[in-house]
């Protein structure tokens, strides 16, 4: 097993979506694709359509989620796909039943479709490796690991805003040593070949040789968003705001939390993301979170088509061949980008 | 039972000895090295054409799970395996359950061996109670009951005043230390070496100062108190270095490697591969290379299994969440032989990693010369065999290894002049 990319498939189609790393370019503009043709399904009057009727998705969320638990649901529903949600806080695991035990007798059930969220990094790999031949895994989240569709989402939204990736400067700002999100959007950034990759962070939320993935490191704010196109702030934890990692949260707001003046330093035209939630005044002054430049609230509209796209594809069914006659034709992302 | 091997080429560190020649065996001790005695006769002949004749093994770091993890692994299950692999001294830490820190728990362990009959076990005591860092541990007791040193295992003593007392009283004792050194607060919730695969999986990384910090500790409270310490398991360069260092500087220091440590680095792990979450962690190929120069310029003298047999559910976990540890013992010859291979010891500098240094370290004697203990491995060193998990006689199948092949297969184990396995019999 070691070494192996477990999520292609034998012709090396998506048969899971554990991690960014080891997708080829073209995969990624493949999931781009499919996404925009998914995007007007939400306007529709009847927002569904019918590439997973029949098929059972089980969202599996050993951490607690809001906004990605409900963005896979309202996904896997709009694909008309039978929708299980397990809540983890009540259920075997608790009582002593180990992780793939538990996953077997789901399995039992017929179930097609795992997405799962795990504290453990790695655990998405793990479920992947034991689950039957016919049923796919999406990685929600593991550990610090990878969130891969968090990172699609924001390619997405990026693609739509700037086109291109090449020319673009892109800095990534905030609590990188503990975020899956941010070894995502790293990978996928430098897989998408953005002229420049920068991590902006004190010393202590910056993992050792994280040069190795591909980035510039800053530790000022202001010399890390110089002539940037995208900024992409990251949440920060509230336990990592005492202690050994940071002072105090006014101290972080203050050397790395965007405002109006360290905006400026960026391209005017920059804009400005985060996966949420915001704590507001900690990582981003409100001025800048509901401001002109930000397309947070984008991010989170987007995050239901990347995960239609993601979903339908790794069940073997991208609606290039199966969509049905209502479903809109696959976008032009150049098109439609401003 | 009198025994002759005959025509096996004969490697002993110990005594500066390689050539082929016989050797005779009675009362469990080596009688005569070349021709018999005059009135010598064997009861048993093994034929030791084109294999090699070697001490038995000794190995100074195997969890035998027993007393107290016995769904793991018991003492015999784990010194039948031992037998099976030319091990015929066994060094047990004293992390049992209970904890090896009386007599009764040594007493315990020894008749559990004798008992099995495969291979010797011996004790490190604790060194603080219940090793739980405050107090100390009733080393002279220890000592009476065979204990060969002293160890808190991996449990880290965080008083740096209670670690210096528990060494000037272990040099009273004239017990030498084991340590393993890892500062447990920079180590704390880490799986993984802290470098480029960390940061690519986001596995929580122990950094390499982590063991040199601790290393720093432990020599200058060496120097302060005396004592005879050993440095169990090294992991980084820098460490091997420093004890290197010291040992220049005349310290009663040694240390030793587990065999896993100098064939796998941090990029084994791959994509979570659980066989691979060890403490210490997997290093860097730089550190890998660095605990070969050490093994291979003699600053480490010793190579260990590092054995700790775990059951399947163990490593069935998300990484961070597995146990860490390989069973190890099946694979302690023939990683060692491999380094032959690779042209970084000779055939006797290699024994001599896994038989006279590690006997040296605990005050044992592991030689063939006439007199001695009759303690005798022997393996055919152009045998080629692939490592399975249902061939493992070790009740752990938790290998990083599964799969490889490898070349020198034990066919015989004398423990004091008794086969204590054979080939013959499988």
């Given at each position: 097993m070691r070494g192996q990319n477990l999520q292609l498939d034998e012709q090396g189609r998506l048969k899971h979506l554990l991690t960014i790393e080891g997708l080829k370019r073209q995969q990624i503009v493949d999931i781009l694709d499919i996404a925009e043709s998914f995007i007007s399904v939400g306007d529709q009057q009847v927002r569904k359509v019918p590439l997973l009727r029949g098929k059972t998705v089980v969202n599996l969320f050993f951490e607690a989620s809001t906004r990605t638990l409900t963005t896979f649901e309202l996904a896997a529903k709009r694909l008309s796909a039978d929708v299980l949600k397990i809540n983890i806080n009540t259920s075997a695991t608790v009582k002593g039943e180990s992780l793939l035990d538990m996953l077997h007798n789901l399995e039992a059930m017929q179930c097609d479709m795992f997405v799962v969220r795990h504290s453990d990094s790695g655990a998405a790999h793990l479920i992947s490796q034991h689950v039957a031949p016919h049923v796919s895994v999406i990685n929600a989240g593991d550990g610090r690991h990878a969130h891969p569709t968090q990172a699609l989402l924001d390619m997405f939204t990026i693609r739509r805003r700037k086109g291109e990736f090449a020319p673009l400067t892109v800095a990534i700002v905030g609590d990188i040593m503990h975020s899956r999100v941010a070894r995502s959007q790293i990978h996928a950034l430098t897989t998408l070949g953005v002229n420049e990759v920068r991590v902006v962070a004190p010393k202590t939320l910056i993992p050792a040789q994280v040069e190795s993935l591909g980035v510039h490191v800053y530790h000022d704010m202001k010399a890390g968003l110089r002539d940037a196109d995208v900024i992409i702030m990251l949440r920060l934890q509230k336990e990592r705001m005492r202690g050994a990692m940071l002072p105090s949260e006014q101290e972080y707001f203050q050397s790395y939390g965007l405002t109006r003046d360290k905006l400026?330093?960026?391209?005017?035209d920059a804009i400005v993301m985060h996966p949420g939630p915001i704590n507001r005044g900690v990582e981003i002054d409100s001025e800048i979170a509901d401001g002109p430049q930000s397309v947070i609230l984008e991010q989170v509209s987007n995050g239901i088509a990347v995960r239609m796209a993601v979903m339908s594809m790794v069940l073997g069914r991208p609606p290039a061949e199966n969509a049905p006659a209502e479903a809109p034709a696959k976008g032009s992302a150049q098109g439609e980008a401003s | 039972m009198r025994l002759s091997i005959l025509g096996g080429r004969v490697i002993d560190p110990a005594n500066g000895i390689d050539r082929i020649t016989d050797l005779h065996i009675a009362s469990g001790k080596v009688l005569a090295v070349g021709e018999a005695p005059a009135g010598f006769e064997a009861g048993r002949v093994i034929d030791a054409r084109g294999q090699v004749v070697c001490p038995g093994l000794v190995d100074l770091q195997a969890r035998l799970r027993e007393p107290g993890q016995e769904n793991k692994a018991t003492i015999a299950s784990e010194t039948r395996a031992a037998a099976r692999a030319g091990i015929t001294t066994l060094v047990c830490p004293p992390d049992t359950d209970p904890v090896t820190d009386t007599p009764a728990v040594v007493d315990l362990i020894r008749h559990r061996a004798t008992q099995a009959g495969f291979a010797r076990v011996v004790s490190l005591g604790a060194l603080t109670k219940n090793l739980q860092g405050e107090q100390l541990a009733e080393m002279s007791a220890l000592k009476n009951a065979g204990c060969v040193g002293v160890s808190n295992a991996h449990h880290a003593i965080a008083s740096t005043e209670v670690m210096r007392r528990a060494m000037e009283y272990a040099a009273n004792q004239d017990m030498p230390v084991f340590l393993h050194a890892q500062d447990p607060w920079l180590a704390a919730g880490g799986c993984a070496h802290e470098g480029m695969v960390s940061v690519r999986l986001g596995l929580p990384g122990i950094p390499e100062a982590a063991e040199t910090i601790a290393v720093a500790r432990e020599l200058h409270l060496i120097e302060q108190t005396g004592v005879r310490a050993h440095f169990c398991q090294l992991s980084s360069e820098r460490a091997v270095n420093m004890i290197a260092r010291a040992q220049h500087d005349g310290l009663p220091v040694s240390a030793d490697v587990a065999a896993h440590q100098l064939f796998l680095t941090e990029m084994d792990i791959g994509f979570f591969d659980s066989h691979c979450h060890v403490q210490p962690p997997l290093r860097t190929q730089r550190d890998r290379d660095g605990l070969r120069e050490a093994l291979r310029r003699g600053s480490i003298s010793a190579i260990c299994s590092d054995h700790q047999p775990l059951d399947r559910d163990a490593k069935l976990a998300p990484f961070p969440s597995s146990e860490p540890g390989i069973s190890g013992l099946e694979t302690l010859l023939v990683l060692t032989l491999r380094l032959v291979d690779e042209g970084l010891l000779s055939l006797p500098q290699a024994i001599a990693c896994i038989s006279q240094g590690p006997a040296g370290i605990i005050g044992l004697s592991a030689g063939l010369g006439v007199?001695?203990?009759?303690?005798i491995c022997i393996f055919d060193p152009e045998q080629y065999w692939e490592l399975g998990a249902e061939g493992m006689a070790s009740q752990g199948k938790n290998s990083p290894f599964l799969g490889w092949e490898f070349k020198g297969r034990v066919t015989h184990t004398l423990l004091a002049g008794r086969l204590s396995f054979s080939s013959e019999s499988l």
């Amino acid at each position: 097993m070691r070494g192996q990319n477990l999520q292609l498939d034998e012709q090396g189609r998506l048969k899971h979506l554990l991690t960014i790393e080891g997708l080829k370019r073209q995969q990624i503009v493949d999931i781009l694709d499919i996404a925009e043709s998914f995007i007007s399904v939400g306007d529709q009057q009847v927002r569904k359509v019918p590439l997973l009727r029949g098929k059972t998705v089980v969202n599996l969320f050993f951490e607690a989620s809001t906004r990605t638990l409900t963005t896979f649901e309202l996904a896997a529903k709009r694909l008309s796909a039978d929708v299980l949600k397990i809540n983890i806080n009540t259920s075997a695991t608790v009582k002593g039943e180990s992780l793939l035990d538990m996953l077997h007798n789901l399995e039992a059930m017929q179930c097609d479709m795992f997405v799962v969220r795990h504290s453990d990094s790695g655990a998405a790999h793990l479920i992947s490796q034991h689950v039957a031949p016919h049923v796919s895994v999406i990685n929600a989240g593991d550990g610090r690991h990878a969130h891969p569709t968090q990172a699609l989402l924001d390619m997405f939204t990026i693609r739509r805003r700037k086109g291109e990736f090449a020319p673009l400067t892109v800095a990534i700002v905030g609590d990188i040593m503990h975020s899956r999100v941010a070894r995502s959007q790293i990978h996928a950034l430098t897989t998408l070949g953005v002229n420049e990759v920068r991590v902006v962070a004190p010393k202590t939320l910056i993992p050792a040789q994280v040069e190795s993935l591909g980035v510039h490191v800053y530790h000022d704010m202001k010399a890390g968003l110089r002539d940037a196109d995208v900024i992409i702030m990251l949440r920060l934890q509230k336990e990592r705001m005492r202690g050994a990692m940071l002072p105090s949260e006014q101290e972080y707001f203050q050397s790395y939390g965007l405002t109006r003046d360290k905006l400026a330093m960026a391209r005017p035209d920059a804009i400005v993301m985060h996966p949420g939630p915001i704590n507001r005044g900690v990582e981003i002054d409100s001025e800048i979170a509901d401001g002109p430049q930000s397309v947070i609230l984008e991010q989170v509209s987007n995050g239901i088509a990347v995960r239609m796209a993601v979903m339908s594809m790794v069940l073997g069914r991208p609606p290039a061949e199966n969509a049905p006659a209502e479903a809109p034709a696959k976008g032009s992302a150049q098109g439609e980008a401003s | 039972m009198r025994l002759s091997i005959l025509g096996g080429r004969v490697i002993d560190p110990a005594n500066g000895i390689d050539r082929i020649t016989d050797l005779h065996i009675a009362s469990g001790k080596v009688l005569a090295v070349g021709e018999a005695p005059a009135g010598f006769e064997a009861g048993r002949v093994i034929d030791a054409r084109g294999q090699v004749v070697c001490p038995g093994l000794v190995d100074l770091q195997a969890r035998l799970r027993e007393p107290g993890q016995e769904n793991k692994a018991t003492i015999a299950s784990e010194t039948r395996a031992a037998a099976r692999a030319g091990i015929t001294t066994l060094v047990c830490p004293p992390d049992t359950d209970p904890v090896t820190d009386t007599p009764a728990v040594v007493d315990l362990i020894r008749h559990r061996a004798t008992q099995a009959g495969f291979a010797r076990v011996v004790s490190l005591g604790a060194l603080t109670k219940n090793l739980q860092g405050e107090q100390l541990a009733e080393m002279s007791a220890l000592k009476n009951a065979g204990c060969v040193g002293v160890s808190n295992a991996h449990h880290a003593i965080a008083s740096t005043e209670v670690m210096r007392r528990a060494m000037e009283y272990a040099a009273n004792q004239d017990m030498p230390v084991f340590l393993h050194a890892q500062d447990p607060w920079l180590a704390a919730g880490g799986c993984a070496h802290e470098g480029m695969v960390s940061v690519r999986l986001g596995l929580p990384g122990i950094p390499e100062a982590a063991e040199t910090i601790a290393v720093a500790r432990e020599l200058h409270l060496i120097e302060q108190t005396g004592v005879r310490a050993h440095f169990c398991q090294l992991s980084s360069e820098r460490a091997v270095n420093m004890i290197a260092r010291a040992q220049h500087d005349g310290l009663p220091v040694s240390a030793d490697v587990a065999a896993h440590q100098l064939f796998l680095t941090e990029m084994d792990i791959g994509f979570f591969d659980s066989h691979c979450h060890v403490q210490p962690p997997l290093r860097t190929q730089r550190d890998r290379d660095g605990l070969r120069e050490a093994l291979r310029r003699g600053s480490i003298s010793a190579i260990c299994s590092d054995h700790q047999p775990l059951d399947r559910d163990a490593k069935l976990a998300p990484f961070p969440s597995s146990e860490p540890g390989i069973s190890g013992l099946e694979t302690l010859l023939v990683l060692t032989l491999r380094l032959v291979d690779e042209g970084l010891l000779s055939l006797p500098q290699a024994i001599a990693c896994i038989s006279q240094g590690p006997a040296g370290i605990i005050g044992l004697s592991a030689g063939l010369g006439v007199g001695e203990r009759a303690d005798i491995c022997i393996f055919d060193p152009e045998q080629y065999w692939e490592l399975g998990a249902e061939g493992m006689a070790s009740q752990g199948k938790n290998s990083p290894f599964l799969g490889w092949e490898f070349k020198g297969r034990v066919t015989h184990t004398l423990l004091a002049g008794r086969l204590s396995f054979s080939s013959e019999s499988l």
